[in-house]
């Protein structure tokens, strides 16, 4: 596979630490070469391992199932630990490159398409990441800081990003907007639910009044953490346009007018971005739901189109999954989390963009990692903590995000935020849990030491 010239220089500004558009700022030529004659074009040399032109490229062969190698604590995947210096010329034998392109680019999804759930979705227990207890580390900003150092020891003037959260992504997917507002819910309801008389009374209420209407709850506190946050927050609701899975269900009607509502409410407070069906990431379908999102909420999008997105269930794994995304007009993605664990399944904490492991070409979609999901946390087959672990597990992703100037995104559904008594909220720390993360955020303990506290 030939890595596009394009995606090389964007890998090597981003493994460095700077975003794209700091390129040129950050004071140091880096390059990726085997030909010692080229060595004193730059200050720092990574030397290819050969990965990209392995035989093996794209197999299962090529991930490595070992314990990985390191430099003192940090993990890489291709070449040696070996430093050298050839002149003035700093020349890691580690390959950085290839190591930050596995993770950010999925490359190890795409080889081992056999590691699938019943969902279809890549876990973090199959995960390199997992295997050597990385998930809560972002390696590829760790390069980034061993790089800078090595560039200070030589005496170069690298300066660090700001250690500070960038921007918290505050992010609500609405699967399921009520709980007994329809005609199928009615029914639902008085089979297999609380019986006839509770499931008409259900159904009598206003939409307001809803057991999953907890969108107050959302507005109130996503708007104090907007207020009371010293760095960027921006809020996102996700709404489904379409699907024919049973896992799609409940299906709304973006033209009812309790969703109309609901859209409206939610435009004064957020931003809309597009929920894709279950089977979106197969069929290629996001074009089409984004079209119909748009039509449905124009007036709340403030003239702009629909262009944030994430996979229902959080499926996207496979390159044909992100692929229609730019074409169909979506810039930003924000799946990539995984389902079963909390943790950086990038192996950073900053956006980057996709680039795609088949044809090594550098896209147009930006990823956002996704920090935690609240079903991640509570649920007993994926990692069943309770309040205080489930805490503890966020502040410590929150400190590492804010020590390498990274964002931070959380995804929390309305039905995880009930609060009764019917019907009965499965974890009713879910809720407070997102009031004390947002509290802790708002307090800007994050960049504090652990054992700091009072
Ligand atoms: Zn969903």
């Known amino acids: 596979m030939r890595l596009s010239e394009e995606a090389l220089d964007y890998i090597l500004s981003f493994v460095s630490g700077f975003q794209p558009e700091d390129t040129g700022k ?209 809020v996102l609701y996700f709404f489904k346009a379409g699907g024919h899975s049973r896992f799609d269900n409940p299906v709304y009607n973006l033209n009812d007018k309790k969703i109309r509502d609901l859209m409206e409410a939610v435009g004064k407070e957020a931003r809309i971005g597009l929920h894709g069906s279950y089977s979106s990431g197969r069929t290629g379908d996001a074009g089409k739901e984004k079209r119909r999102l748009e039509k449905a909420a124009g007036r709340f999008l403030s003239g702009k189109p629909v262009s944030l997105f994430r996979q229902h269930f959080l499926r996207s794994c496979e390159p044909e999954s992100f692929r229609p995304l730019p074409e169909a007009g979506i810039t930003d993605d924000f799946t990539m989390g995984y389902a079963d664990r909390a943790g950086f399944r990038l192996g950073t904490c900053r956006p980057v963009r996709w680039i795609d492991p088949a044809t090594g070409k550098l896209s147009g979609l930006t990823l956002h990692p996704l920090t935690v999901m609240d079903n991640t946390l509570f649920q007993p087959t994926y990692m069943g903590l309770d309040f205080e672990q489930a805490k503890a597990c966020c502040v410590r992703l929150f400190r590492e995000i804010c020590r390498h100037g990274g964002e931070a995104c959380l995804l929390w559904h309305n039905t995880n935020v009930t609060t009764g008594p019917y019907p009965r909220p499965e974890h009713p720390w879910v809720r407070d849990l997102y009031t004390a993360l947002l509290a802790y955020l708002m307090e800007g303990q994050e960049d504090r030491e652990p054992g700091n506290e009072v």
């Open 26 to 234: 950050t004071g140091f030529r880096v390059g990726y070469t085997a030909r010692r004659e080229d060595f004193g074009n730059y200050d720092l040399v990574i030397v290819p391992s050969g990965f990209f032109e392995s035989e093996h490229y794209g197999e299962k062969a090529s991930v490595p199932v070992s314990l990985l190698p390191r430099i003192g604590d940090l993990p890489f995947l291709y070449g040696s630990s070996r430093v050298e210096r050839v002149g003035e010329t700093l020349v890691l034998h580690a390959d950085f490159v290839a190591s930050a392109f596995f993770w950010i680019s999925r490359y190890e999804e795409l080889c081992q398409t056999a590691l699938r759930d019943s969902h279809g979705r890549f876990l973090a227990r199959w995960s390199v990441l997992q295997a050597n207890g990385l998930l809560e580390r972002p390696v590829v900003d760790e390069y980034g800081k061993f790089i800078r150092a090595c560039l200070r020891e030589t005496g170069r003037k690298v300066a660090e990003p700001e250690a500070r959260i960038r921007k918290l992504w505050l992010t609500h997917d609405v699967d399921a907007p009520f709980y007994c507002q329809s005609l199928r819910s009615l029914a639902r309801e008085s089979l297999k639910g609380g019986g006839p008389v509770r499931a008409w009374s259900l159904y009598r209420r206003k939409p307001v009044s809803d057991p999953y209407y907890t969108f107050d709850y959302f507005f109130e506190q996503d708007a104090a953490a907007r207020k009371g946050c010293k760095f960027p927050v921006e």
